[in-house]
C-alpha cells in the first residue's frame, strides 16, 4: 500500500500554467496533446510477494569457518 501521493498538477492545471508562461500558440502548449493520465494511479498498485531466507554458519575445528546463505524473494 502506498503511503500517500506526491501531490503535482493535474493535466488542466499544467496546460493552464504553460499556456500563461509561453503563450497559447507556443510550441511548449502545442505538443501536449489532450491525455489526462494519473500516472501514480498507474504505477503504484498492491501486489503479493513472498520472501524465503535460510542461512547457516559454523566452523570445523576451530581452523575452517564457514558461512552459507541463500534467499529468494518473490513480488507481482
Known amino acids: 500500500e502506498i503511503a500517500g501521493k506526491t501531490r503535482v498538477l493535474n493535466a488542466a492545471d499544467y496546460r493552464s500554467l504553460l499556456t500563461d508562461r509561453f503563450g497559447a500558440e507556443s510550441t511548449a502548449v502545442s505538443l501536449l496533446g489532450d491525455s489526462d493520465t494519473d500516472w501514480q494511479d498507474e504505477i503504484y498498485q498492491s501486489a503479493f510477494g513472498h520472501e524465503h531466507n535460510l542461512s547457516l554458519s559454523g566452523g570445523i575445528s576451530d581452523v575452517l569457518p564457514y558461512r552459507l546463505s541463500l ?4 513480488k507481482k
Open 71 to 74: 534467499g529468494y524473494t518473490d
